[in-house]
């Protein structure tokens, strides 16, 4: 088989192609092969190669004119109007006529003022290759070899540009000549092409639209040729070979009813194989143990390869089964739909009819009942009917009503199969299927071949049935109910041992808390990745280890990989909103995502202890409130002296009264998405105006203790600027910056699954890294002055007593100041270590 169907064979006996054997394995493999009379090439697939995701080479129907034989009478003329051409690109698929020896015309373009106006012609050469030649203005470009004279179909594309009279001619992908200087004339630059002009394919005008030779005229066919007034790029001529169209400055596009077809030449049909993004495969050279490259749609030997483990497990769920389920399918049928082994079926392209049969046959017995309990060897056949399904390639003049009960046929039974009761036996075939993450990919397939539905008219497909879904559009969404899917991927795919890829995590307790969808985007038949935003409804009582406790939801996306089973990631997603029953999520990508419920491997924490927690801050914080309420009162009735210090005291008590008042009462501003915003934003200007404050304290104590060059009153506005000019800033630039993210999902605080909590994180740690350095100078200066007064005061006292008062003497600075200068929060990077923790910090800090 060419390499896609080997490796669809495979893939549909639950094996993969042959991986490529280490340097240590050629040798014994080599001689295996030789010994079961293997010879020659045989397909493998690459290790780390990305050929595995390769879509077959697509069927691309189009009219073909043929020109058989060399006449002076056979020719097409292309019905458009042609401006002048600065810059031209013409491609097109071609076989030759291996029989002509002649220079052949592919085509000509002609106006009045110059009949050799841009013209391709070609010949075969003595060594069997086609050489192309590009004619401008009459200039000749040199006859050079583009692509063998097999009689097979090639593409080619010619371009040319005014500047430099840049040219290049294209096969296969691949350039196989260019120069500059086609058709300068003297000093002058070159001319464009001029326009108004006749274009012919197939016939050398020797005058304007007429006086064709059949000695210069082209035999072979011809098709899909196309032409833009611009030179396309290496990535657009891959495209264009791969027959998709590039519309812009797109000036001809190949179609019948644009061409005056002279009536001798013939007009068929032809289904053209349009290349994928590679063209040659890795293939192991049996003789030699050397590898190296073939085409990818020659016909080679190939081995399907299994694990030890699944293989035995194959084995023995066809060892161990009944047949009930093939037996009554195949008996309605009345042919084998569900063949006797999993191993020796044969894969063969289905048509739409015969796959409509089987799944129609297939749901009635699946619904009926008649099977209430699949065993691994049904399981697996079903699997093995939907991945042929899956790989149909629908054909032009296909009914579409077939096709979408087909669509709905396909629905079912994949939602059958993902019943509870089946919850077991997909755990028997989980070596060779890793979880029922499979159904989800083969849906996606399936998604994709529903496109000829889609209409100008109707632009939107709905399929539903049991708990699968699929919506079709130019988005694609899937999603999957609360059947064996969920269970599976709870106990089984989430908690595997195996280490996890880059930007991926391993979550052992989690289990998943949605329905999981897929979403998908393609343009041009293309998958391209979006920008999503989506809800997710919680399913209640989504962790049976965790009665009674109100769930805490974490995000995470499901990549799906059938061979893993599904790998779990946050990556690139993020909490938008959650709600109890719900939550809205963005994701920078199209995947498949589901909510997941997670249980930590760190302690957590129970309802109780939650209880706690918040009603010790609570109490802490009112307690605070009220203690800078008074000293703040006081501060003003008393007649403290005005200076530096108690105004900065007083900045510092403001600031952090109010953020502890709005904190006390944020939980109540959580229903309204306005209110909770206004007060995430004054939390974090108060919060973050107290700790410059805080920096402030510990500036004003460096000042005593080093000497500053700087008046009272210079220091004083340098203070305010620090103290609120700081803040503003910070919460200006953050909301300007990250306005959509900036609002945690569950509390009216910032959002930190996000990088916006460093806008609080960051700034606070630096300001404790400074007051840190402050309390350190402040205490060797502390300590050293009381040891030069208890030198002079008590220079007889004991060693014990001098000890004491210089313990003393660092401890009282340490206790005073660790409140003041906000270092007591320090201890919140360890809260995460124990339950201890919090309640240490929560009451150092709410009432600090």
């Known amino acids: 088989l060419d390499w896609w169907q080997a490796d669809r064979y495979c893939q549909q006996h639950f094996a993969q192609l042959l991986l490529e054997p280490q340097d ?4 014994s493999f080599s001689k295996l092969l030789q010994s079961h009379h293997v010879r020659g090439s045989v397909w493998l697939q690459e290790r780390d190669s990305v050929l595995h995701k390769t879509k077959r080479r697509r069927g691309h129907t189009v009219p ?55 013209q391709l012609r070609g010949f075969v050469d003595e060594e069997g290759f086609v050489r192309f030649a590009l004619i401008v203005h009459g200039h000749h470009s040199p006859y050079l070899p583009v692509f063998r004279a097999d009689g097979q179909w090639h593409h080619f594309c010619v371009t040319w540009q005014q500047d430099n009279g840049t040219w290049a001619i294209y096969a296969d992908g691949k350039r196989r000549a260019a120069a ?44 899909d040729l196309h032409i833009w007034h611009k030179v396309l790029s290496t990535e657009h001529i891959e495209k264009v070979r791969s027959c998709l169209v590039v519309e812009q400055d797109l000036l001809f596009g190949w179609s019948s009813n644009a061409l005056e077809v002279e009536s001798t030449v013939q007009t068929v049909a032809t289904q053209l194989l349009c290349p994928g993004p590679v063209e040659e495969c890795r293939v192991l050279e049996v003789g030699s143990s050397g590898f190296s490259y073939a085409s990818c749609l020659q016909p080679l030997p190939f081995i399907c390869h299994y694990s030890k483990d699944a293989y035995w497990q194959l084995k023995r769920a066809q060892l161990e ?42 749901a009635a017995v699946l619904r009926e009942g008649e099977v209430p309990v699949l065993e691994p060897s049904d399981l697996l056949a079903v699997l093995q009917l939907l991945k042929q399904v899956s790989d149909l390639e629908i054909q032009e003049g296909d009914e579409l009503e077939m096709l979408e009960q087909l669509g709905q046929y396909y629905m079912e039974v994949t939602g059958l199969i993902l019943e509870e009761q089946n919850t077991g036996t997909w755990s028997l075939i989980s070596q060779v299927i890793r979880g029922p993450m499979a159904v989800v990919e083969l849906c996606d397939r399936m998604g994709s071949l529903l496109v000829p539905l889609l209409t100008t008219e109707r632009t939107k497909i709905t399929i539903q049935r049991g708990n699968i879904g699929l919506h079709r559009v130019t988005v694609k969404n899937m999603w999957f109910g609360y059947g064996s899917l969920q269970r599976c991927l709870s106990s089984r795919a989430v908690s595997q041992d195996t280490a996890a890829p880059d930007g991926a995590q391993k979550f052992p307790g989690a289990s998943v808390g949605t329905a999981v969808i897929s979403a998908t985007l393609l343009s041009e038949q293309q998958e391209i990745s979006a920008a999503v935003r ?65 249980v930590y491997e760190m302690e957590q924490r129970t309802t109780k202890e939650e209880f706690t927690l918040q009603t010790l801050t609570f109490i802490g914080c009112g307690v605070s409130f009220c203690a800078l309420m008074v000293t703040f009162i006081l501060f003003l009735v008393v007649g ?10 007083k900045n510092l008590i403001l600031a952090l009264a109010a953020g502890e008042a709005l904190l006390m009462v944020s939980e109540l501003a959580k229903p309204s998405q306005v209110l909770c915003f206004m007060v995430t934003a004054f939390l974090h200007l108060f919060f973050m105006a107290a700790f410059s404050w805080m920096l402030v304290e510990g500036l004003l104590l460096w ?48 959002n930190v699954q996000t990088n916006v909590i460093w806008a609080f994180v960051g700034p606070v740690l630096l300001i404790l890294a400074v007051n840190s350095l402050v309390l350190l100078r402040v205490v060797s200066v502390t300590v050293a002055s009381a040891r030069r007064r208890s030198r002079m005061l008590t220079p007889n006292s004991s060693l014990e007593s001098q000890i004491g008062a210089q313990l003393w003497a660092t401890a009282k600075p340490v206790l005073v100041l660790l409140p003041v200068l906000g270092l007591t929060w320090l201890c919140g990077l360890l809260v995460h270590l124990s339950i201890v923790w919090a309640y240490v910090f929560i009451v150092l800090n709410s009432l600090q």
């Open 64 to 118: 073909v004119l043929v020109f058989r034989d060399k006449t002076d009478t056979k020719y097409v003329k292309v019905l458009s109007d042609f401006p002048a051409l600065p810059a031209v690109t013409a491609c097109a698929h071609l076989q030759w006529d291996t029989r002509s020896q002649d220079i052949a015309t592919i085509f000509s373009y002609a106006v009045p003022a110059f009949i050799n106006e841009f």
């Open 534 to 598: 989506y809800r997710l409804q919680h399913r209640a009582q989504v962790a049976p280890g965790l009665k009674g406790n109100f769930p805490v939801f974490s995000l995470v996306l499901l990549h799906v990989s059938p061979d893993a089973g599904g790998m779990w990631s946050t990556a690139g997603c993020s909490v938008a909103k959650s709600l109890p029953d719900s939550t809205a999520c963005f994701c920078n990508h199209t995947t498949n995502f589901a909510i997941l419920l997670q």
């Open 640 to 649: 403290v002296p005005k200076s530096e210090r108690t105004t900065v005291h």
């Open 703 to 750: 000042s005593k203790v080093v000497a500053v060059n700087m008046s009272e009153g210079r220091r004083m506005k340098f203070y305010y600027v620090t103290g609120w000019g700081l803040p503003v800033l910070i919460v200006g630039v953050t909301l300007a910056s990250s306005f959509n993210k900036y609002v945690a999902a569950n509390h009216c605080w910032l």
């Open 24 to 27: 240590n394995e050629q040798g």
């Open 180 to 223: 500059s200087g086609l058709c300068s004339v003297g000093p002058s630059a070159p001319q464009a092409i001029s326009g108004q002009g006749t274009f012919i394919i197939g016939q050398d005008q020797d005058s304007l639209g007429g006086t064709f030779r059949a000695k210069e005229s082209f035999s072979g066919n011809i098709t």
């Open 321 to 362: 089964s009944s047949h009930a389920l093939a037996s009554r399918v195949n008996a309605l049928a009345v042919r084998t739909v569900i063949p006797d082994s999993v191993f020796t079926s044969d894969v063969q392209d289905m048509n739409l009819s015969v796959a409509l049969d089987a799944l129609d046959i297939l």
